[in-house]
């Protein structure tokens, strides 16, 4: 059974106190522990006063029902929780839970007291859940930088050679022009000439005729 002394340092109501932690003390997890818990204080009668409770996993809203008979318990996580706040009137304080979905949560005439240790409290869990969110998150990253092997970049194949290289064009021969009648008549007859067959006269005469005859 949960010692209800240490959630009455703030004037909470002892009665409301008792009657929702013995409620809570049934819904609570492995692991799970309540850490404040706030009464609503109405300016006129307060029979039925609405609780809050905070704990290590998510903030319970305790709602009597049936003249007090019964207990309506809601409740929300906090990885559910965008933020919360409160916000001071003449009579008591609105505690504010912004959910990351959905309408905000508004408690009205909560003693002002108790609304400040109830922001704080609720606060420091958010801050813890956000740190214990980025130091998973460096992990993973750790990790994934660990297994993930660093691959080098492919070598470039060098090209391939061709399969068949066609010969070089071969280069034919000049083709000598035919000689026509007259230079061959004039090749043979310096042949002649130079083999001394006919005299230097014979060949200036006959070299004479021959090109007269073109």
Same mark, same amino acid.
């Given at each position: ?47 039925? @006063? ?8 998510? &903030?319970?809203?305790?709602? @009597? ?30 505690? &504010? ?48 930088? %660990?297994? %993930?092997?660093?691959? @080098?970049?492919? %070598? ?16 034919? @021969? ?41």
């Amino acid at each position: 059974m949960i010692s209800i002394d240490r959630f009455l340092s703030d004037e909470q109501d002892p009665k409301a106190v008792e009657k929702v932690i013995g409620k809570l003390n049934d819904l609570l997890t492995s692991n799970e522990e309540i850490l404040y818990l706030a009464v609503q204080k109405k300016p006129a009668v307060n029979l039925l @006063p609405d609780s809050i409770a905070i704990t290590n996993k998510r &903030i319970f809203y305790c709602e @009597p029902g049936n003249l007090g008979l019964t207990m309506n318990f809601k409740d929300i996580s906090w990885k559910n929780v965008k933020e919360v706040s409160f916000k001071e009137e003449f009579f008591g304080s609105k505690f &504010i839970c912004v959910p990351q979905q959905g309408e905000n949560i508004v408690t009205e005439f909560i003693p002002k007291v108790q609304a400040r240790r109830l922001n704080q409290a609720a606060n420091e869990q958010l801050e813890q859940l956000r740190e214990r969110a980025r130091l998973e998150q460096i992990e993973e990253k750790r990790q994934v930088e %660990t297994v %993930t092997p660093v691959v @080098p970049e492919p %070598t470039p194949a060098p090209a391939p050679e061709p399969l068949y290289t066609p010969p070089a064009p071969a280069t034919l @021969p000049a083709q000598e022009e035919p000689e026509d009648e007259a230079t061959s008549k004039l090749r043979k007859l310096k042949t002649l000439f130079d083999k001394h067959l006919i005299t230097q006269e014979e060949y200036d005469a006959k070299k004479a005729d021959i090109l007269n005859s073109l």
